[in-house]
């Protein structure tokens, strides 16, 4: 897991969150090690135990009264035991007026204080995702993702096999492109995987025997997105007569991304296919599935019922 700088962080955040630096140079300032925020809560009363260090400490309406509640040896010894956290930063919520002995304390330690007029509970609602975001375990691939019917389609498979003219084709037929050739792919939870493209590449596309094209001005804003969550790979190969592929779609295949299991549907390439139809169908297939009517797996539940009378009477008959 990386870390991120405060500088990052005030130029990010600064604006949206309504931070004011009280204390401190962000530039010399220890960075944030974790995606998490706490409060000090007890550990301003002297229970350290699992005591979390490297993240923002923040302290709301609840802390800083009692801190005012404290003579000035109780004081000097909360203190300390707050900053003995190896914090990145205090950040004072409600635009509360910050007691002198904690600004001394950190100025001492070089220690960052930073106050913001939101609520602590907004302020927690609103950093948090953006750290998550940050701090969530990354990935780059070769590849083209695309928004098909609001399915994110990552479509894989070698280099010239069509991948970037498939997605210029559902372009053309109004779905949404997200990245092109490099796709930046991050887990956010458990097993969600989110897909963006290069912020250089502004959803550039390389196409052979054309050079590079833009597809937000040949063809408008409604033609792309900033990020998608991939719910579907589609992987390209070419047709091989020697390699059995899937007919039934009873047996799904799935492949790995970041330790997430995710839906993968081979299609294997000869001259004449429509795979842009085809990355359609996969598309509106998966919908389906989603809203528990699988196509297949009903079709062989028609089926064996149709044979039942038949197998029952082979049963029974004893000639």
Same mark, same amino acid.
């Given at each position: ?9 005030? $130029?990010?955040?600064?604006? /949206? ?8 140079? @962000? ?11 706490? +409060? ?10 699992? /005591?979390? *260090? ?26 300390? #035991? %707050? ?5 990145? $930063?205090? @950040? ?10 904690? %600004? ?36 780059? !691939? &070769?590849? *083209? ?9 990552? =479509? ?7 991948? +970037? ?9 109004? &779905?949404?492109?997200? /990245?092109?050739?490099? @796709? ?10 989110? $897909?963006?493209? &290069? ?5 550039? !596309?390389?196409? #052979?025997? =054309? ?45 790995? =991304?970041?330790?997430?299991? !995710? ?14 139809? =085809? +990355? ?5 297939? &998966? ?17 064996? /019922? ?14």
């Amino acid at each position: 897991m990386g870390t991120l700088s405060l500088e990052q962080f005030m $130029a990010d955040k600064a604006g /949206a969150l309504d931070l004011e630096l009280l204390v401190g140079d @962000v530039a010399s300032s220890q960075p944030i090690e974790a995606p998490s925020i706490s +409060s000090p809560g007890l550990i301003l009363t002297g229970f350290n135990d699992r /005591a979390p *260090s490297g993240r923002l400490q923040v302290l709301g309406e609840t802390e800083v009264a009692f801190l005012r509640s404290l003579d000035q040896a109780g004081l000097d010894d909360a203190l300390d #035991r %707050l900053f003995a956290l190896e914090m990145p $930063a205090v @950040v004072v919520t409600k635009a509360l007026e910050v007691p002198a002995a904690l %600004l001394d304390g950190a100025r001492e330690r070089n220690i960052l204080v930073l106050r913001t007029s939101l609520k602590t509970g907004d302020f927690y609602r609103r950093l948090q995702p953006y750290l998550e975001g940050v701090f969530a375990p990354t990935t780059t !691939m &070769h590849g *083209s993702m695309a928004d098909v019917y609001g399915v994110g389609l990552l =479509i894989v498979g070698r280099s010239g096999i069509g991948k +970037s003219e498939c997605v210029l084709d559902l372009v053309e037929r109004g &779905h949404r492109l997200v /990245a092109d050739d490099l @796709v930046f792919v991050s887990k956010r939870g458990n097993d969600v995987l989110i $897909a963006r493209g &290069h912020e250089l590449q502004r959803h550039h !596309m390389e196409i #052979r025997g =054309i050079g590079i094209i833009d597809i937000s001005a040949l063809f408008g804003v409604r033609a792309i997105r900033q990020q998608k969550r991939i719910e579907v790979v589609v992987r390209l190969v070419d047709w091989n007569d020697r390699e059995t592929y899937e007919r039934t779609g009873l047996e799904a295949e799935e492949v790995d =991304i970041l330790g997430v299991q !995710m839906p993968q549907v081979t299609v294997p390439l000869n001259p004449g296919k429509n795979i842009t139809v =085809i +990355s359609e169908v996969i598309a509106m297939n &998966h919908l389906l599935k989603y809203s528990g009517v699988h196509s297949a797996a009903r079709f062989n539940e028609s089926l064996q /019922a149709a044979m039942r009378p038949v197998r029952d009477y082979l049963e029974e008959d004893y000639e």
